[in-house]
């Protein structure tokens, strides 16, 4: 039979009188509530009864707190005892949710002791609180909320933590139990004070109903309460059943079918991936196959909580390249949705043959092909498509079928940032060579391309990724290993190579440094504010600008005093000083040095800077008005800071001095010394 839900009208009052009676069927569960009660409500609007046919089989009253927008509170949910289990309870109480989708969730309350927690549960509610019952047995209420998902500022919030953790019950109880388990060190490991501003713990809506099985009710009520020290994630209803059904069906291929820990485990990780996580903690014994399909299908970690340190270190080596947060500006990057790439087609010209639904069809197959493709999507501040890049591994190469940019102010400025990026992204899993094999780059992308040292060839278009910092014999060995994955010659390297060609093979091998060259590096003074500016360390609360924080070149403003500055050379940046401390903080490409009047040196260079005119006019010399400034490129920032009293154990290591004061030059052993020891994964 067909279910139909309605709203009750005021004026039907035989209805209601159906209605009152069958509330007055299931007091036991309900409690009593007096006729005018749903009278009113249907005056409210606020009374939904369903029908199979003609006849009654259930009702829902609720009511509409004043404040705006804050939540429904359910009253009663009552379906005819010779009609449950088929679905009507979930159709009225979706039914609440299409009417009053603007307000914050629903909220109801249930006796404990009528054990209807896994009802609850399948209508999409999740237990939230506890109260003393008013009866006279005084039975504790369950607080039951559904979530309408709508963004809260816990949501908008950014921790700027690296990783998002979140735990099962067994890592929460042991971190927050009244009396901790035996042996719970493992546990209380992950809140080290030192992991506090790299991962941020968090909790699912499963964490909820684990909490709420716990028999003991003060220890129910502790743990209840420890919820609220952490971010609630709040994935998708829906997103989440999609999720937990494809981890399901992958189980079916398992020779021992799944165990029930196994089977809690798996709604964890629908849960977590669906909001965004990327690692679940559990000290479960979890077996490689569940680890293994938590990757394949949901991209997310299964670890214990000892491993996860480990995690982050390894997120640490990344965090210059997290493309949430492109160079600290107001573009986002976030991977294109299943049903997202429709609208894309709109946006970034194509060829007659690749134009349309040939091209939403293209990118759907590279989410479905052999290759596990990454499908990234950046937005401008205003939410508008402005690039795309698709790219996978494959061996030693990351290859990149996709690469477009749509018409924007700053699409040279974004290309260029792009091919960055994807080198860096190619480095940090490893890869010896970049190919761009997409047919249709933009003119800019090809522009960009051609300044950092791609070679076109029947592929598309091919970079070597050299990540060695050493002698150029050292330089060359790797190179030469990655020149024949691509099929290509490079040329003979020597100690004592000229400035200019050193510096030509760092751009097109990037990040090589090769340090037996007469390429001289410079250690660069640089106060936290204008490091904070430049390179977003420290981190600033609001977006830089966007055409400076997309940019790979900048300028840096001195004194005008020379000390043996020139070009091509190589900046290391130490942070002179700051709440963490002083410490060399990245490395940059230096491109040009010029001395000028401080106004001049200004309008030349203010797209670059973050210097206003008189912060120019205040470095500059007080008789002559003439100021330096450093035009540098491609600044690395270091994972690891290395600080000052590091720096200075290697530069006695080396028996090589150590300069502090304004821009001094530096021995190319003490660079590399402390270029190893900021990219050192121990």
């Known amino acids: 039979m067909t279910v139909t839900v309605r709203q009750v009208g005021a004026d039907e009052t035989q209805l209601i009188d159906t209605i009152v009676a069958l509330g007055d069927q299931n007091t036991k569960t309900l409690g009593m509530l007096a006729p005018p009660v749903y009278l009113q409500a249907a005056e409210r609007r606020t009374l939904l009864a369903a029908f199979e046919d003609d006849k009654l089989v259930g009702y829902a009253l609720y009511s509409l707190p004043k404040r705006k927008h804050h939540h429904v509170q359910l009253t009663h949910l009552c379906v005819d005892e010779s009609h449950r289990k088929r679905g009507i309870a979930r159709r009225l109480v979706e039914e609440i949710t299409a009417r009053h989708r603007d307000r914050f969730g629903i909220r109801a309350k249930c006796r404990r002791d009528y ?22 047995k005084g039975m504790p209420l369950d607080g039951w ?23 099962d019950h067994g890592v929460f109880a042991e971190l927050r139990a009244l009396a901790p388990a035996q042996g719970s060190n493992e546990s209380q490991s992950i ?25 003991e009710g003060r220890e129910r009520q502790h743990q209840r309460s420890a919820l609220q020290t952490f971010r609630h994630l709040r994935p998708s209803g829906e997103a989440v059943l999609r999720r937990l059904q494809e981890l399901t069906e992958a ?48 991209k997310i970690r299964v670890l214990p909580p000892t491993v996860v340190a480990m995690h982050v270190e390894e997120l640490r080596q990344a965090q210059q390249y997290r493309p949430a947060d492109l160079m600290g500006t107001a573009f986002r990057t976030s991977t294109v949705t299943d049903d ?136 060359r060995a790797h ?34 440094k090769i340090t037996d060259a007469l390429l001289p590096s410079f250690l660069v003074p640089i106060e936290p504010r204008w490091s904070s500016s430049l390179f977003n360390v420290p981190p600033t609360l609001l977006p830089r600008g966007d055409a400076l924080g997309m940019s790979r070149e900048h300028v840096y403003y001195r004194s005008p005093g020379h000390r043996g500055e020139r070009v091509p050379a190589r900046l290391l940046w130490y942070m002179s000083e700051g709440v963490s401390g002083q410490q060399a903080v990245g490395c940059s490409r230096l491109d040009e040095v010029v001395v000028d009047d401080a106004d001049a040196l200004f309008e030349r260079f203010e797209h670059l800077g973050v210097y206003g005119r008189n912060e120019v006019r205040d470095v500059a ?20 800071r290395v600080s000052l009293r590091r720096m200075r154990q290697l530069s006695r290591s080396l028996d090589v001095p150590l300069p502090l004061i304004s821009l001094s030059e530096i021995s190319n052993e003490l660079f590399r010394a402390v270029y190893q020891e900021g990219h050192s994964r121990t």
């Not at 399948?122 to 008013?134: I, N, Q, T």
């Not at 089977?263 to 991936?273: D, G, H, K, R």
Request: charged residues 25%; aromatic residues 6%; glycine residues 6%.
């Open 479 to 512: 190179a030469t290993k990655a020149a024949s994955l691509a099929g290509r010659d490079i040329p003979a390297l020597g100690p004592g190579l000229p400035a200019t060609v050193a510096s030509s093979a760092e751009v097109a091998w990037w990040p090589a």
């Open 340 to 475: 997202g790439e429709a609208e894309l087609a709109a946006f970034f010209d194509q060829p007659d043959t690749d134009r349309g639904s040939a091209f939403v069809d293209r990118l759907r197959s590279l989410a479905s092909g052999q290759l596990e493709c990454r499908r990234e999507l950046v937005r401008d501040a205003d939410g508008h498509p402005v690039a795309l890049y698709v790219w996978a591994l494959e061996g030693d190469a990351l290859v990149v079928p996709i690469l477009r940019t749509a018409t924007h102010p700053l699409e040279e400025t974004l290309a260029r940032q792009l091919l960055f990026l994807l080198k860096g992204l190619c480095r940090d899993h490893g890869g010896r060579v970049l190919k761009i094999t997409d047919k249709h780059v933009s003119p800019s992308a090809q522009a960009a391309a051609a300044e950092d040292g791609f070679v076109q060839d029947d592929e598309g278009l091919v970079a070597l990724v050299v990540d060695v910092c050493g002698t150029a014999e050292t330089v």
């Open 191 to 215: 809140e080290a004070p030192w992991l506090a501003d790299l991962i941020e713990l968090t909790v699912t809506p499963h964490l909820f109903h684990e909490v709420n099985k716990i028999k």
């Open 251 to 298: 189980t079916q291929s398992w020779e021992v079918p799944a165990r029930a820990d196994e089977i809690s485990l798996l709604q964890y990780v629908a849960e977590a991936s669906c909001a965004g996580s990327k690692v679940l903690t559990t000290r479960a014994p979890v077996q490689a196959r569940l680890a293994d399909l938590a990757w394949d299908v949901a």
């Open 115 to 136: 054990k209807l927690s896994r009802m609850w549960s399948s209508l999409g509610f999740v237990p939230r609180g506890e109260a003393p019952g008013r009866g006279s």
């Open 621 to 640: 010399d007080k008789k002559t008005g003439l100021a330096m400034a450093l035009r540098f490129s491609d600044t690395e920032i270091f994972p690891h």
């Open 145 to 167: 909320w559904r979530d309408h998902e709508h963004p809260d500022l816990f949501d908008e919030a950014d921790s700027g933590a690296l990783l998002t953790v979140a735990m």
